[in-house]
Structure formats: structure tokens, C-alpha cells
């Protein structure tokens, strides 16, 4: 070996012993992998995560974070993608082509749709929407061209729970050809297992948006596919691949690091919201609670039935007596909530919508919308703030 220090700072022959342990995953940073030789180059391969190829394709510690996360999401295997959004495009660009069509529930996340719309539409792929709470509108949706049902439990915003188990029941029948995708990111894999739904159904990968409970900082941005079939796996790992995808290695152990303390988290922002929402039922500003736990909230029945948890979100429909410019002024007066989207983050936040601008189908509400996510402040102080500014508002 070379004696001059540019090169001895580089090929160094110490090598740190093996047996090292600690509570917290090694940060393995790298684009370039070493190979010990060339028959090591071209015989390794990434997509089972039998070795290391290149930093795109995994490293310890990526591979770590999607062994637990495949724990988390009941599933076997889990890949990895800068946001919960690009997750979402990986699965329909991995499984449509021109010529097919994609489902989506009305309530869907709304930029999802507009991927669709946007996006997919522009390559050929049409889409069509279904009512969550109404299983027999698949029938006119399902088609021989449809190749791809987005389901979402609870709908965005508005939070109703459809049956799912009737849903996938309906496509299974009508639509053998098509995969079966669930937006897992409410259920955040502890609300319930959407592999395993009852009567043998089941759903055939789900996408999480990391960003949200996982990450529980509001800090990170990450999404994750998952799934059980190893065939529909590699489907999803090669597009993956080939669009290049990767994510930061601080961000991986930043989401190692919150996995640990994720049941707690959820666990507390759940009991908190449902405190909350218990509480906002009372109060005369206020039309409608959304959150399925909730008796009365839409699909309610469904979540009982399928849940064990629900995660801290919950959307007032305030008095439709009460202009939108009013309901901003309640929710730019709050102290304790900020303004901000996203959620599973230690900050409560509260964003207004209006139901008509989002959905293509008719939609009961009628109210402006404030959807609050609940953080991890005393429940106490976040019922004071709301009540505060729903006496403001009169
Ligand atoms: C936030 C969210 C996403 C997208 O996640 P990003 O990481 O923000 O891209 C997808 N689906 C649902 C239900 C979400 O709440």
C-alpha cells in the first residue's frame, strides 16, 4: 500500500471489530457498494435483498427499516420512496399501462386523483371514482380494463370507513384481473391488518406515507409499498428501480429511530382526538363530528368492526350559518393548533375545506370543514384553544 497520506485516508487497512451492538441501526451512507471481484458484480442480486449492489438498491440500513416496517404493515415485503406520494405513482406506474383504468374512492387523497388526472391521464390511463360507503357503485365502475382499485379507510378529510371487506369482495368477484391497493397511512398498520380483513379477503399491497405516524416529527418526508406476493413484489421493485427512487440515509434513521415509540404515539393522539371529538360533539358552533370511532359518524359500524385503534384525526363541520371567511378567522385565532398540512407530528394542526370542491359525487356537507390532527400537547390546553375559538366565533 501506498505510503502517501491522500491515498492512506482512503484505503485503510484498520477494520473496526464486528461485534458491535446498540439500541440504534448503523447509518450506512453510500451510492457506490464495493464487490470483493467481478463475479461478486455481476451475480449480486438486490431485488430479494440477498446483498448490496448499489445505494439506490438498499443498504443495512434501508434494509433494516423495511424488515420492520414489512412487520408493522403485516406484510412480507416493503419498499422504500421519498414520499408518501411518490409511493402511490410507483404502485400505478408498476402496474398500468395505456389503455387501462384505475378506481379511486371520492374521498380519496386529494392529490392522489390528481395524479390521475394530471399524470395518468396523459399516458392513457383513465380513472374512474366509486362512493367508499356504497359498495354497489364499483359495479358500474369495474370494468375488463381496470387494473388497479384504490381503497382508503377512512376517506380524506371527511373520515367516513367503508366496508372494506365488502369492497374487496365486490372487485374480487367482478374484477378478478384487477390488484387491490389500500392507503394505509390512517391505519398506520395498528388500527387493523388489511391483509387479513375476515372471510378469507384481503387487499394485495398498501402504501403508507411514512411522513405521517412513523416519522412522528413532522420532519420527515418517506412512503413505503407493501405486500405479501413475492411475484408482485419484484413487479413493484424493478419499476421502482427504474425510476430511481431512493431515500436519504438520515431520514431511514430518523425513521428508526421513531419506530420504537409509534404504538404510543398513535395510541396517545388516538385517545386524545376521540376526547376531543366527544367533547366538540356539544358544542352549538358545531354541526357534525367526523371521526369513526364516533356513534353516528358515516361507516362508524365498519370501523367497530374491523378496528382496534383510530388514529388522531377528527373533522368538525361547523354550523353552516357560519361564512367561510369566519371559519378562517376561528382557525387562524387558534394558539395551540397551527396552520399546516400533514399530521402524526407532536404539533396540533387545523386546515379548513370545503366538501364541494372536493369530491365529484354529491356530498352531504354543507359546513366549512376544519380538519384537526391532534399532536401530543395536554388534551386540556387543545380543548380550551378550541373552545375559545368556537366562542369567538358565537
Ligand atoms: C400525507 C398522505 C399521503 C402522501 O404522503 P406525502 O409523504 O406527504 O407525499 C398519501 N396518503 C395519505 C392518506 C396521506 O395522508
Known sequence: MSQD????????DYVAPAEFESPVVAVHKASTVFFPDVAALRSRRWVDKSGY????????????????????????????????????????????????????????????????????????????????????????????????????APGSVTLEFPDLRALVRRCRERAPQAVLALDNTWGAGLAFNPFEL????GVDLTIHALTKYPSGGGDVLMGSIACRDSALHERLAWTHSRMGLGVGANDAEALLRALPSLALRYHAQDQAARRIAEWAQGQPAVRRV???????????????????AAAGLLTLEIDPRHSVEQVNAFVDGLQCFRIGWSWGGPVSLAVPYQARFMRELPTPYEGVLVRLCIGLESVDDLIADLGAGLARLG
Do not use: M
Open 290 to 308: 367526523l371521526h369513526p370511532a364516533l356513534p353516528g359518524s358515516p361507516g362508524h359500524a365498519h370501523w367497530a368492526g374491523l378496528c382496534s
Open 5 to 12: 497520506i491522500r491515498t492512506r485516508l482512503i484505503h485503510h
Open 198 to 201: 375476515g372471510d378469507g379477503l
Open 53 to 152: 449492489t448499489y445505494g439506490l438498491h438498499g443498504t443495512p440500513t434501508t434494509f433494516t427499516l423495511e424488515a420492520r416496517l414489512a412487520t408493522l404493515e403485516h406484510a412480507r415485503h416493503v419498499l422504500l420512496a421519498p414520499s408518501g406520494l411518490s409511493a402511490l405513482n410507483v404502485v400505478n406506474q408498476a402496474l398500468l399501462a395505456s389503455g387501462d383504468a384505475l378506481l379511486l374512492p371520492d374521498n380519496v387523497y386529494f392529490p392522489s386523483r390528481d395524479l390521475a388526472r394530471h399524470e395518468l391521464a396523459r399516458w392513457g390511463i383513465a380513472h374512474r371514482v366509486y362512493d367508499a360507503l356504497d359498495p354497489s357503485t364499483l359495479d358500474a365502475a369495474l370494468g375488463p380494463d381496470v387494473k388497479l382499485v384504490w381503497l382508503e
